[in-house]
């Protein structure tokens, strides 16, 4: 049975010398029973933390967990039916992968009949058939993640918190493991936070996002709701990438306001438009597939390529518009378009439509 | 609402009443056999016809003969400390830096072990026999008399004895320094030889002074082999404590003497402390990664190295070959036919001691892990009061020279409240208290490497305290525990310097009866008491490794993940 997580107001401070640091700072969030929430942001953002205080290996300076509608804040991390995955897997070094993953079982008395069925139906179910009698450190890194994640699954949690499971883990192991933690969940149907600091992973695999900085928490939504209408400049540049450049406000009228940026005026529509006031300093945020190159002469700004890279399916470059002002933009492939050197001048024009602003 | 304050808990967490109960118990065992004896022995050199004096002190130093034996001590420990580093840096680097096949390279650290599990006296006897009166070299090179007992008899014993303390100092730093730094010097220019003054002996350098002061310090320490070796025209503090007490009658005067043996001890003892926390620069890189093999040293400096290591390695067999078929022949010197007389000797009139300190050891060896493991996983606990504390008390015994140890013991458990002279529980109390050290301290590093992550997960399976405890965290400290245990045992079988105050009648030990023997110039009797001890302490420390394994199965590779 899957239950839903409520988070009331979650606040963890540690003390560091004499001053008290605030690691969450008044968390609130509801994970609905099934839901995949992951927990997205820089090191240092709490995202950890959260996951420590709900599995119960931490208790918050303040405020309340609640799993399926009960508090179990004061529970003990034994009592609170969650699974929990390591970024370092934590297995048992000393036992036998059957034996790591009866483990929980037979804490939980399981009678001992039974238990050699649902390991190998758990094994089986992670891809991980024949391996109950080796020990953790004669497995592979992708294997002794499916350990983990037998030893966790065994035991039907009601909830499950995953802390960067694939940190570890080579890049295309990561994209398989990915799609294999995704279908697990989806047919277990079990709700699950996963923690990463990875975007891509936090954007392919959640239903929703929940993006954090310096322990507080900046935008919930789902992947998409996040790219297309991120609420401020940090979430604006954490997912995808943005060129960020800040400018100051002119005007402000019902749906745009016009900014004057690097010298330049320039009307945009997105972004959190209601909140800017005339006279007031702004962020723009333009992705680079929203900028377009030109000639120099009629552009809406003039810049010199500073660097070119070749990036597979495309040209990257960063353009010098101001002295120390960069923007990245991209551009044809050699022989399906126009492509510039270093050191050509080039003129930008930003689509109106994908410049976002934001009171900085 | 959450309102502030209302939800606000301290991160130490609750003290356990077992816990609690536990600290009462380890806290009463060290006052009673750490504190109170240590008080006593206080009590004894500072108070003269019942105030408060240095009457004591000034008197042994009124003695040209306890002056002469401080100076002795510290220039002998001098000597020691210079040459047995000199030869642990040689060692070490040959096992280290030059290519050798592994086979040699297992010989070498096999031989050099030696020592450890061997009797105090073992290389004094060999000396004796080799080089002493009738000595087997002197008559072989027809050398008519040469007089081995003094400063130099005693310097090359304890060379010889102690220079392994050096050599795993010493190849546990040059383990550590990555030979990518001697490559890059060699790929800047410098020469093999330019590359070792620079770079690698440089990088040694806190190895160096480590393996120094942990000669110095056990060299000043020592009683077995200068008791053997110096004779009367070079006295040394130990002996000189010992002789006070056990010739003189003296008491006070013996506790006075060691007191002036503490002090420089205990300066050596701080001073190569604070090096080893002064953290070398070579350790601390934290990057694993391939590292390509040693460079070697050159062909000329390679063939010095190695033909010096094989001649000491091959001396060091040749003395433990003498004292196996010394043990075998009648009388060494005279007549060396073969016999098993001496086996019948030690197994007959020697059989009381084997029993009494096979017993004694045994205890110990079982009270002892079981305390270290208990203290262990207490020091390593944040929550507990006085952590510190209980690890430097729970030390003290073992950082104390044994002489001291043993003074404080007879001083303080003849008389007074706890009468304890002669009895099993002296011997049992002190090995107990005195050779914990190294269990507990290993116990405590085992149990502050195992990553929290794994307790946490053991938790989050669905078991509590005790299940995580017996199943998780036991299982990986075992090894270090074991480690510990077979420590325990091999120096309650050896030890002698504390305990030679406390054996009795009723209670003997080996190393005292292999002493007797020597001094009675029964050497062949001496040569096979001491095969006797080397083959048990070989025996037990096989039963405690197989213990380890069937206890947990997988203990040798498992704490090499997480």
């Given at each position: 049975?899957?239950?839903g997580?409520?988070?009331?107001?979650?606040?963890?401070?540690?003390?560091?010398?004499?001053?008290?640091?605030?690691?969450?700072?008044?968390?609130?969030?509801?994970v609905?029973?099934?839901?995949?929430?992951?927990?997205?942001?820089?090191s240092?953002?709490?995202?950890?933390?959260?996951?420590?205080?709900?599995?119960?290996?931490?208790?918050?300076?303040?405020?309340?967990?609640?799993?399926?509608?009960?508090?179990?804040?004061d529970?003990?991390?034994?009592?609170?039916?969650?699974?929990?995955?390591?970024?370092?897997?934590?297995?048992?070094?000393?036992?036998?992968?059957?034996?790591?993953?009866?483990?929980?079982?037979?804490?939980?008395?399981?009678?001992?009949?039974?238990?050699?069925?649902?390991v190998?139906e758990?094994?089986?179910?992670?891809?991980?058939?024949?391996?109950?009698?080796?020990?953790?450190?004669?497995?592979?890194?992708?294997?002794?993640?499916?350990?983990?994640?037998?030893?966790?699954f065994?035991?039907?949690?009601?909830?499950?918190?995953?802390?960067?499971?694939?940190?570890?883990?080579?890049?295309?192991?990561?994209?398989?493991?990915?799609?294999?933690?995704?279908?697990?969940?989806?047919?277990?149907?079990?709700?699950?936070?996963?923690?990463?600091?990875?975007?891509?992973?936090?954007?392919?695999?959640?239903?929703?996002?929940?993006?954090?900085?310096?322990?507080?928490?900046?935008?919930?939504?789902?992947?998409?709701?996040?790219?297309?209408?991120?609420?401020?400049?940090?979430?604006?540049?954490?997912?995808?990438?943005?060129?960020?450049?800040?400018?100051?406000?002119?005007?402000?009228?019902?749906?745009?306001?016009?900014?004057?940026?690097?010298?330049?005026?320039?009307?945009?529509?997105?972004?959190?438009?209601?909140?800017?006031?005339?006279?007031?300093?702004?962020?723009?945020?333009?992705?680079?597939?929203?900028?377009?190159?030109?000639a120099?002469?009629?552009?809406?700004?003039?810049?010199?390529?500073?660097?070119r890279?070749?990036?597979?399916?495309?040209?990257?470059?960063?353009?010098?518009?101001?002295?120390?002002?960069l923007?990245?933009?991209?551009?044809?492939?050699?022989?399906?378009?126009?492509?510039?050197?270093?050191?050509?001048?080039?003129?930008?024009?930003?689509?109106?439509?994908?410049?976002?602003?934001?009171?900085? | 609402?959450?309102?502030?304050?209302?939800?606000?808990?301290?991160?130490?967490?609750?003290?356990?009443?077992?816990?609690?109960?536990?600290?009462?118990?380890?806290?009463?065992?060290?006052?009673?056999?750490?504190?109170?004896?240590?008080?006593?022995?206080?009590?004894?050199?500072?108070?003269?016809?019942?105030?408060?004096?240095?009457?004591?002190?000034?008197?042994?130093?009124?003695?040209?003969?306890?002056?002469?034996?401080?100076?002795?001590?510290?220039?002998?420990?001098?000597?020691?400390?210079?040459?047995?580093t000199?030869?642990?840096?040689?060692?070490?680097?040959?096992?280290?830096?030059?290519?050798?096949?592994?086979?040699?390279?297992?010989?070498?650290?096999?031989?050099?072990?030696?020592?450890?599990?061997?009797?105090?006296?073992?290389?004094?006897?060999?000396?004796?026999?080799?080089?002493?009166?009738?000595?087997?070299?002197?008559?072989?090179?027809?050398?008519?008399?040469?007089?081995?007992?003094?400063?130099?008899?005693?310097?090359?014993?304890?060379?010889?004895?102690?220079?392994?303390i050096?050599?795993?100092?010493?190849?546990a730093?040059?383990?550590?320094?990555?030979?990518?730094?001697?490559?890059?010097a060699?790929?800047?220019?410098?020469?093999?030889?330019?590359?070792?003054?620079?770079?690698?002996?440089?990088?040694?350098?806190?190895?160096?002074?480590?393996?120094?002061?942990?000669?110095?310090?056990?060299?000043?320490?020592?009683?077995?082999?200068?008791?053997v070796?110096?004779?009367?025209?070079?006295?040394?503090?130990?002996?000189?404590?010992?002789l006070?007490?056990?010739?003189?009658?003296?008491?006070?005067?013996?506790?006075?003497?060691?007191?002036?043996?503490?002090?420089?001890?205990?300066?050596?003892?701080?001073?190569?402390?604070?090096?080893?926390?002064?953290?070398?620069?070579?350790?601390?890189?934290?990057?694993?990664?391939?590292?390509?093999?040693?460079?070697?040293?050159?062909?000329?400096?390679?063939?010095?190295?190695?033909?010096?290591?094989?001649?000491?390695?091959?001396?060091?067999?040749?003395?433990?070959?003498?004292?196996?078929?010394?043990?075998?022949?009648?009388?060494?010197?005279?007549?060396?036919?073969?016999?098993?007389?001496?086996?019948?000797?030690?197994f007959?009139?020697?059989?009381?001691?084997?029993?009494?300190?096979?017993?004694?050891?045994?205890?110990?060896?079982?009270?002892?892990?079981?305390?270290?493991?208990?203290?262990?996983?207490?020091?390593?606990?944040?929550?507990?009061?006085?952590?510190?504390?209980?690890?430097?008390?729970?030390?003290?015994?073992?950082?104390?020279?044994?002489?001291?140890?043993?003074?404080?013991?007879?001083?303080?458990?003849?008389?007074?409240?706890?009468?304890?002279?002669?009895?099993?529980?002296i011997?049992?109390?002190?090995?107990?208290?005195?050779?914990?050290?190294?269990?507990?301290?290993?116990?405590?590093?085992?149990?502050?490497?195992?990553?929290?992550?794994?307790?946490?997960?053991?938790?989050s399976?669905?078991?509590?305290?005790?299940?995580?405890?017996?199943?998780?965290?036991?299982?990986?400290?075992?090894?270090a525990?074991?480690?510990?245990?077979?420590?325990?045992?091999?120096?309650?079988?050896?030890?002698i310097?504390?305990?030679?105050?406390?054996?009795?009648?009723?209670?003997?030990?080996?190393?005292?009866?292999i002493?007797?023997?020597v001094?009675?110039?029964?050497?062949?009797?001496?040569?096979?008491?001491?095969?006797?001890?080397?083959?048990?302490?070989?025996?037990?420390?096989?039963?405690?490794?197989?213990?380890?394994?069937?206890?947990?199965?997988?203990?040798?590779?498992?704490?090499?993940?997480?």
């Open positions: 049975m899957s239950l997580i409520s988070l009331h107001q979650l606040s963890k401070r540690f003390a560091r010398g004499k001053e008290a640091v605030s690691a969450v700072d008044g968390i609130s969030l509801d609905e029973a099934k839901e995949m929430v992951a927990f997205l942001g820089p240092g953002s709490g995202k950890t933390t959260i996951l420590r205080i709900i599995a119960g290996f931490e208790r918050p300076t303040e405020g309340r967990v609640l799993i399926g509608g009960q508090d179990v804040t529970l003990e991390a034994n009592a609170r039916g969650i699974g929990f995955i390591f970024q370092n897997y934590a297995l048992f070094p000393h036992m036998t992968v059957f034996d790591n993953v009866a483990y929980g079982l037979r804490a939980k008395r399981v009678p001992a009949g039974e238990i050699p069925r649902k190998a758990i094994l089986e179910m992670v891809g991980l058939k024949g391996v109950e009698k080796r020990f953790p450190n004669q497995l592979s890194g992708g294997e002794q993640q499916r350990v983990a994640l037998a030893r966790v065994v035991l039907d949690p009601r909830v499950l918190l995953m802390d960067e499971p694939l940190a570890n883990l080579d890049a295309s192991l990561r994209t398989r493991m990915l799609a294999e933690i995704r279908r697990l969940q989806r047919h277990l149907g079990t709700t699950c936070i996963y923690v990463t600091h990875d975007q891509k992973e936090a954007l392919t695999l959640a239903d929703r996002v929940a993006v954090l900085n310096r322990g507080r928490l900046e935008q919930v939504g789902t992947p998409l709701e996040l790219y297309e209408a991120p609420q401020n400049l940090f979430v604006a540049d954490f997912i995808g990438q943005a060129n960020l450049l800040r400018g100051v406000v002119k005007a402000v009228s019902a749906d745009s306001a016009e900014i004057s940026v690097c010298g330049r005026s320039l009307r945009v529509r997105r972004g959190r438009i209601e909140t800017l006031k005339s006279g007031d300093a702004a962020g723009i945020a333009v992705r680079p597939s929203a900028v377009s190159l030109g120099a002469r009629e552009a809406f700004l003039q810049g010199r390529v500073e660097s890279i070749f990036a597979g399916d495309r040209m990257e470059y960063e353009i010098e518009v101001e002295e120390g002002v923007v990245r933009a991209y551009g044809a492939l050699p022989g399906r378009g126009f492509v510039f050197s270093e050191g050509d001048p080039v003129g930008i024009h930003f689509d109106p439509g994908e410049t976002m602003a934001f009171p900085l | 609402m959450a309102g502030f304050g209302q939800t606000v808990r301290s991160e130490r967490a609750r003290l356990d009443p077992l816990i609690l109960a536990l600290l009462v118990i380890l806290w009463a065992g060290l006052a009673v056999f750490v504190l109170y004896p240590l008080a006593r022995l206080l009590a004894a050199v500072f108070a003269a016809d019942g105030s408060a004096s240095l009457e004591n002190l000034a008197k042994v130093f009124r003695s040209a003969t306890t002056r002469k034996a401080l100076v002795n001590s510290l220039v002998l420990a001098g000597a020691v400390a210079v040459s047995g000199f030869w642990g840096y040689l060692f070490a680097f040959s096992v280290t830096r030059i290519p050798l096949p592994k086979a040699f390279r297992w010989f070498l650290r096999g031989v050099v072990v030696l020592p450890f599990v061997s009797p105090p006296f073992t290389s004094s006897i060999a000396l004796t026999l080799a080089l002493g009166p009738g000595g087997l070299l002197l008559r072989l090179f027809r050398v008519p008399d040469f007089n081995l007992y003094g400063f130099p008899g005693t310097w090359v014993a304890e060379t010889l004895t102690y220079f392994p050096a050599f795993l100092a010493l190849s730093i040059l383990e550590a320094i990555d030979p990518n730094l001697e490559e890059a060699a790929s800047l220019g410098g020469s093999r030889w330019r590359v070792f003054r620079t770079v690698t002996l440089p990088l040694s350098a806190p190895g160096i002074a480590n393996a120094f002061l942990l000669l110095f310090g056990a060299s000043l320490t020592d009683f077995a082999t200068p008791l070796m110096a004779g009367h025209t070079f006295p040394v503090l130990t002996t000189q404590a010992y006070q007490i056990t010739g003189m009658y003296d008491l006070r005067g013996g506790a006075t003497i060691s007191f002036v043996l503490l002090l420089p001890a205990l300066l050596v003892y701080l001073l190569q402390q604070s090096w080893v926390e002064r953290k070398s620069q070579v350790t601390v890189t934290g990057r694993v990664g391939p590292r390509s093999a040693p460079r070697g040293a050159g062909l000329i400096a390679g063939i010095l190295v190695l033909s010096a290591v094989s001649a000491l390695t091959l001396f060091i067999l040749f003395l433990y070959s003498i004292i196996f078929l010394g043990s075998f022949v009648k009388v060494w010197g005279v007549d060396h036919g073969l016999t098993l007389k001496n086996y019948a000797y030690v007959t009139v020697g059989w009381k001691a084997i029993r009494d300190t096979v017993l004694i050891a045994v205890a110990a060896t079982v009270l002892g892990t079981v305390l270290a493991a208990l203290t262990g996983s207490l020091s390593a606990r944040r929550e507990v009061p006085f952590r510190k504390a209980l690890g430097f008390v729970s030390l003290l015994n073992y950082i104390l020279p044994g002489t001291v140890v043993g003074i404080a013991y007879v001083i303080a458990f003849n008389s007074g409240p706890l009468v304890l002279t002669g009895t099993m529980t011997l049992v109390a002190l090995c107990v208290f005195r050779y914990d050290a190294v269990g507990i301290r290993s116990t405590e590093a085992a149990l502050r490497q195992i990553d929290p992550s794994l307790e946490e997960a053991s938790y399976l669905g078991a509590g305290r005790a299940t995580t405890f017996f199943r998780v965290t036991l299982p990986l400290v075992a090894p525990v074991a480690a510990g245990a077979r420590y325990l045992f091999v120096v309650s079988m050896t030890a310097s504390a305990t030679i105050f406390l054996v009795s009648v009723r209670w003997s030990l080996l190393t005292v009866r002493l007797e023997c001094t009675e110039l029964l050497f062949a009797e001496a040569a096979a008491f001491s095969v006797v001890l080397i083959l048990i302490v070989f025996l037990a420390s096989g039963a405690i490794l197989l213990l380890l394994r069937l206890v947990v199965p997988q203990s040798s590779g498992g704490l090499r993940r997480s």
